[in-house]
């Protein structure tokens, strides 16, 4: 549970929605913006499965354009189920992280008290 | 097979010869372990091609495959296969049905080649009997078999397969040796037990239309 990557897990499909959100982008663009904002472990191989995943669902839509070098790209776009997804996911965030910051508003400074 | 999934495999077979051997190397890796899995052919078609993206663009941006979709290339597909949509059962009865029908086509016009030329050759006259035996059918379906365990064997075992060894050399030419012998033996067991006899054009009359069927049918269903 101490790795970072398990917790990690559960939040990086809400991540990925926002990342879409904010303008409609392929694989290797979400993982530079998401290693930007300093997910730093993150590459394409991680976040493509979680795409063809989210697509399945019905949270993506795609559509296939021509890339530089040969083979269509898939750029996502989010449905209205994305999108109300999106806006789930950052209220439960929301709460977490209350919940979260509270229960460990003093544990800081007891450690620096030590 | 849908005529949008071969229209695919073709262009991703063109493009994927723009890779360094290294890549490509790793890359025909992900595609066996990829179309011999479970999922939907359309889904890892296009799970093929964008996989082929990622590698060319990594290979312009000068970067190392490893360092794009990590180092473990099995987990990474294994990833994507349990993110995707498994193929439908129907769909693969069509696919088996086709592919058993190809093969009976493909051994009978060997057979035809093999049995019947060198008959018209030497008595200089068409004999239109054809004699259909147990033996033909054995042979068909023991071809198949073996062919589709060797397929699904690499397939499923790629990744390790990449790493060549003499023991895996031995295996693989025992079991290449067995894919010649183990039919001609069974055919020439069951030979005598002759199911039926018919006019030569009335087989191609019924196997080749229905082969062309199957084949249509699989392109177009999607």
């Given amino acids: 549970m101490n790795d970072k990557s398990q917790l990690l897990k559960g939040t990086l499909e809400g991540c990925i929605l926002k990342v879409i959100n904010d303008r409609e982008t392929y694989g290797y663009e979400i993982s530079e913006k998401l290693k ?64 979260v910051d509270r229960l460990f508003e003093d544990y800081q400074r007891g450690v620096k008290d030590e | 097979m849908s005529n949008e999934v071969q229209v695919m495999i073709k262009q991703n077979y063109k493009f994927s010869k723009q890779l360094t051997p290294e890549n490509e190397r790793i890359f025909t890796d992900i595609v066996c372990y990829l179309r011999t899995s479970d999922i939907d052919e359309l889904q890892a078609e296009e799970a093929i091609q964008q996989i082929l993206d990622m590698f060319l663009s990594a290979q312009h941006r000068g970067e190392a495959i490893s360092d794009v979709i990590g180092s473990d290339y099995k987990e990474f597909c294994n990833e994507i296969i349990h993110s995707s949509s498994k193929q439908r059962f129907s769909s693969k009865v069509l696919t088996f049905l086709e592919l058993l029908l190809f093969c009976m086509v493909l051994m009978w016009v060997i057979d035809l080649a093999f049995a019947i030329l060198p008959q018209i050759i030497k008595n200089k006259q068409i004999n239109l009997e054809y004699t259909v035996t147990l033996g033909f059918l054995a042979r068909v379906f023991t071809v198949l078999a073996i062919a589709y365990a060797l397929i699904n064997y690499i397939g499923r075992n790629s990744f390790q397969l990449a790493k060549k060894s003499r023991k895996k050399f031995f295996i693989f030419g025992c079991l290449f040796g067995l894919f010649i012998l183990l039919p001609a033996f069974i055919s020439y067991l069951l030979k005598d037990f002759v199911l039926f006899t018919a006019e030569l054009h009335y087989i191609g009359l019924i196997l080749i239309p229905s082969y062309l069927a199957s084949r249509y049918y699989n392109r177009w269903r999607s």
Avoid at chain 1, 36 to 50: A, H, K, N, W
Avoid at chain 1, 64 to 88: H, I, N, V, W
Wanted: proline fraction near 6%.
């Fill in chain 1, 36 to 99: 930007q904002q300093g997910f730093s472990d993150i590459c394409e191989g991680t976040v493509y499965p979680l795409l063809i995943r989210l697509e399945r669902n019905g949270l993506l839509a795609s559509t296939k354009r021509d890339s530089p070098f040969g083979p269509k790209r898939k750029y996502y776009q989010l449905t209205p189920k994305g999108r109300q997804e999106l806006a789930t996911f950052y209220e439960n965030w929301l709460a977490l992280k209350n919940s």
